[in-house]
């Protein structure tokens, strides 16, 4: 299927004609979806094309993608998307983002080498941080982190931010001064708290929690055309990251134009509490610098 087609089988499969909706928020809801996936279909990208092609195919992947049933939920309405929520708000960034979510667990299963994934956001932390980036990366944490500045795309505060917090696991960073003072704190605009990120019990990275937002903030950038941004990541975190990245929306592709119905993977309870945990933008109690940050994960690798 495509084009109209798909649009006429998504209505009719998830049009509720016979439930009270006064805010039509059945309606809104399965038109968010059809917007979704022509931005698949108008992608220059043949992966994202694939996918929208591939509709009923993808539900065959995911048994429970109950698309778009709608709730009540303090005192507004919230769509359903699967094991996920999206606001009636939410713009294309925050749609493919959750979308993104579905395709890394219900289309390729979420399989990861967490220790792989570990090494994959230490050497992109390094890179950030290294003696040839380090003085280009600071410049752009004060264009980035400054609330003031307009020329900020919504890409870069939301997608781009969210992954930058995730190598760093802080929703926020400051710097070391030439005289060895620290810098003003810099807030992300995007962030997850410190502690969703990082178990500070065990004084190691969630990867397989970081690899996830990762994916989905990065479907939400590739789908969107967001290249200047893609540009910058790729910039700062090196080539590794980025082709980590490649190489999940390559696995996704392959798998949507065969789908093995026998190996169809379901999003249970577990995964869909961990997902749903809300951005939060608050500071640590204790706010190291970048330095102080890797001398004390070294310090914990040592014990």
Not at 67 to 79: A, G, P, R
Not at 263 to 286: F, H, N, Q, V, Y
Request: hydrophobic share 35%; net charge negative.
């Amino acid at each position: 299927m495509q084009g109209k087609e798909i649009d006429e089988y998504i209505k009719r499969k998830y049009e509720r004609t016979d439930e009270k909706d006064p805010l039509e928020v059945n309606q809104g809801a399965i038109a968010k979806l059809i917007d979704l996936l022509h931005l698949h279909e108008n992608c220059s990208d043949v992966r994202f094309q694939n996918i929208a092609k591939n509709i009923q195919n993808l539900e065959k992947l995911v048994p429970n993608f109950a698309i778009f049933e709608t709730q009540k939920y303090d005192s507004s309405y919230l769509i359903n998307f699967g094991a996920y929520t999206l606001s009636q708000k939410s713009n294309s960034l925050v749609d493919a983002h959750e979308f993104g979510h579905m395709v890394v667990h219900g289309i390729n299963g979420f399989e990861l080498r967490e220790e792989e994934y570990t090494g994959v956001i230490q050497r992109a932390k390094a890179h950030c941080i290294s003696d040839e980036k380090k003085a280009e990366f600071r410049e752009y944490m004060d264009y980035l982190t400054n609330r003031e500045n307009g020329e900020r795309t919504e890409a870069e505060k939301g997608p781009l931010a969210d992954i930058l917090s995730s190598v760093f696991q802080y929703p926020s960073l400051a710097f070391v001064n030439p005289d060895g003072t620290n810098s003003r704190v810099m807030v992300f605009p995007s962030s997850h708290s410190r502690e969703y990120y990082f178990d500070v019990n065990n004084g190691k990275m969630k990867a397989n929690i970081i690899f996830d937002e990762d994916f989905a903030n990065y479907y939400a950038l590739a789908l969107n055309g967001c290249t200047r941004e893609l540009g910058i990541l790729r910039n700062f975190l090196g080539d590794e990251w980025m082709q980590t990245m490649e190489n999940e929306l390559d696995k996704a592709s392959r798998i949507i134009q065969e789908p093995n119905i026998d190996k169809a993977s379901t999003i249970d309870a577990k995964l869909s509490s961990a997902l749903l945990t809300a951005r939060e933008g608050e500071l640590p109690k204790e706010l190291p610098s970048i330095e102080r940050v890797g001398q004390i994960e070294n310090e914990r690798e040592e014990r």
